[in-house]
Structure formats: structure tokens, C-alpha cells
């Protein structure tokens, strides 16, 4: 579940991103959790319509993906099918996209489609691993370790994700991912 501290950070979050992603996880969401509990998350913290190139708040996207994990829906699931639906819909940006590379890529997502790059750091990278750092975001960390292993999935990589620390569940500065492959 989301630990409380998060959802209460939620609420003032300022943060935004284009409204292709809300889209994108209310059909994830749609295909997941059915379409009634989509509907259900589109009207309680949602908008009857989104603009691709729009920017919109954050805290509504995390509202919209937070109910849908309240509901059932598995937030590594939703990650994993954001980053198979984000290579279809930008792969400009994966052209020569290797297992090396897939972290950076994924930074260079977040700073050209949100308006707060910074929260997704690469603290160490080598031969076959890599730490990174997410800070003050509001999407659950399990969303986000389902990203980082959609990647690795699309280039039929193995890898190994793991959260070694959570600012949300412990007293730290940020969420730091542990990543092997």
C-alpha cells in the first residue's frame, strides 16, 4: 500500500507532466483494473479530457494511479506498461538504447516530458549495474521500479530492481533503486 507520508505529500506537490501520460494510465488502468474502476479514477481525481502537449498536475496523475493500486491494480504492473507504451509512442528517443543506456534514457525522459527532471538522479553506473535516486515524486516507488524492468523487458534483458531505500517508509533523503542486470 502507499505509506501515508506520500499521500500526504501528494497533496502539495506542484509538479506537472505532459497529459499524454494521464492518458496513458487510464488506459493502463482501463486494461489492468477494467473499465469501470478507469471510469471510477477519471471522475473522483481526474479531467473529462486531456490534451496530449498539456501540461497538467502530477498530483492528479499519482491520485489517478494511487486509487487504481488501492483498487487491486498492481503499481509495478502500471510502471511496466508505461514504459512498454512510452517506448511505441517516443522511440526517438531509444534509438541505440542498450542496457548501459536504459537509465539514462529514462532520466532523459523525465526532463523532457515533466517540469521536475531533477527528482531522478543516476548515482553510480558500471558493468552490469546501476543506483539510482527519486526524490519527492509522487508515484509510487513500485510504479517506478516497474519502469525501470519495462526497459530492460524491451531489450529481453533480465534484471533485478530493488528498492534498498524509501524516503516515504524511511528516514532518508530519497528512494534509491539498486538495478542489475
Known amino acids: 500500500m502507499i505509506p501515508e507520508k506520500q499521500k500526504q505529500f501528494i497533496e502539495s506537490y506542484e509538479g506537472t ?20 474502476l478507469m471510469k471510477k ?6 479531467r473529462p479530457q486531456y490534451l496530449p502537449d498539456q501540461m ?22 502500471i510502471g511496466k ?3 512498454q507504451t512510452f517506448m511505441r509512442s517516443r522511440p526517438e528517443m531509444l534509438e541505440g538504447m542498450t542496457a548501459e543506456t536504459v537509465l539514462d534514457i529514462i532520466s532523459r ?3 523532457s516530458e515533466t517540469d521536475y527532471s531533477d527528482e531522478v538522479v543516476i548515482l553510480e553506473q558500471g558493468a552490469g549495474r546501476g543506483r539510482v535516486k527519486r526524490k519527492d515524486n509522487p508515484m509510487p516507488c513500485e510504479f517506478f521500479q ?3 524492468e519495462g526497459f ?6 533480465p534484471v533485478q530492481v ?13 528512494c534509491i533503486y539498486e538495478v542489475k542486470w
Not at 507532466?17 to 496513458?24: C, D, T, V
Not at 498536475?57 to 504492473?77: C, D, F, H, Q
Not at 530492460?152 to 534483458?157: E, G, I, M
Open 17 to 36: 507532466h505532459k497529459g499524454r501520460y494521464f492518458i496513458m494510465y487510464l488506459t493502463i488502468i482501463g486494461i489492468a483494473g477494467g473499465e469501470e
Open 41 to 46: 479514477a477519471r471522475k473522483e481525481f481526474g
Open 56 to 77: 497538467y498536475p502530477t498530483k492528479e496523475a499519482a491520485k489517478i494511479v494511487m486509487y487504481a493500486v488501492e483498487n487491486g491494480v498492481s503499481a509495478l504492473r
Open 81 to 83: 506498461m508505461v514504459a
Open 109 to 111: 525522459a523525465y526532463s
Open 146 to 148: 516497474g519502469l525501470i
Open 152 to 157: 530492460f523487458a524491451y531489450l529481453d534483458v
Open 162 to 174: 530493488k528498492e534498498s531505500k524509501c524516503q516515504w517508509r524511511d528516514d532518508t533523503d530519497g
